[in-house]
């Protein structure tokens, strides 16, 4: 069974402020895949990285940055100098290599002030 | 190019009713996948259709079934409507249903069991 937790339900920020959104996951897969997404107001998931179990670099992408650590089976991530368009739910999400579903977990809500 | 279109967008039942959900998926993708996410949770995975047969089930009733067509849109009917039925439906569109591929989601069907 595969198990993603985001222990953060909602972090408030004012503009400008970093934030860094926390994912820890279970699997008995030894290869996966990791993703994180965001979803605004409109419902609609936007997909903003994957990465390999085997590939731990980490990566930056503009104001995005990712953090994955196997060995605390953790996957962070942080939004740098935050904005007001950054205000929706984050979902960290898994999936077994060889698997065709999504295992998501409960989301961070996440609210830029300006 | 089209995104992932979902209809209705909004849909009003009684408890007992039966409803049916439509998905047309990206342009070039093969492979959709169907997603219940009740209020504050993360999405939780229904099912996924390819080459018009269902490859791969979630953790749900057989009240829950669907159809592909041969030109890859897809279908998901609820039966004998329960009041926990009311969610937001997201549809997910892929190439083969790959992982290593991203998935689009498109910006669901809120459904309300009354």
């Known amino acids: 069974a595969q198990k993603v937790t985001q222990a953060q339900t909602e972090i408030s920020v004012v503009e400008k402020e970093d934030v860094t959104l926390d994912c820890v996951y279970e699997t008995r897969d030894t290869t996966y895949y990791l993703f994180w997404y965001k979803q605004p107001p409109s419902g609609e998931l936007v997909f903003l990285i994957r990465?390999?179990?085997?590939?731990?670099q980490n990566e930056i992408s503009g104001r995005y940055s990712w953090n994955f650590q196997k060995s605390t089976s953790s996957f962070n991530f942080t939004i740098t100098a935050s904005q007001v368009v950054d205000s929706a739910v984050y979902f960290c999400a898994l999936s077994g290599i060889n698997d065709y579903k999504l295992s998501f977990g409960a989301g961070t809500t996440v609210t830029v002030r300006a | 190019d089209a995104g992932v279109t979902q209809s209705p967008t909004h849909l009003i039942k009684t408890r007992g009713q039966q409803v049916t959900l439509r998905c047309s998926p990206k342009?070039?993708?093969?492979?959709v996948s169907w997603y219940q996410q009740a209020l504050g949770q993360g999405p939780q995975f229904i099912f996924q259709y390819y080459e018009e047969e269902e490859r791969q089930r979630g953790n749900f009733p057989d009240r829950f079934s669907g159809h592909q067509f041969p030109n890859y849109s897809s279908e998901l009917n609820v039966n004998a409507l329960l009041l926990g039925d009311s969610a937001l439906y997201l549809c997910a569109s892929s190439l083969s249903g790959r992982l290593d591929y991203e998935q689009y989601f498109g910006p669901g069907t809120r459904l309300t069991v009354t």
């Open positions: 990465r390999n179990s085997f590939d731990e």
């Open positions: 342009s070039g993708h093969d492979t």
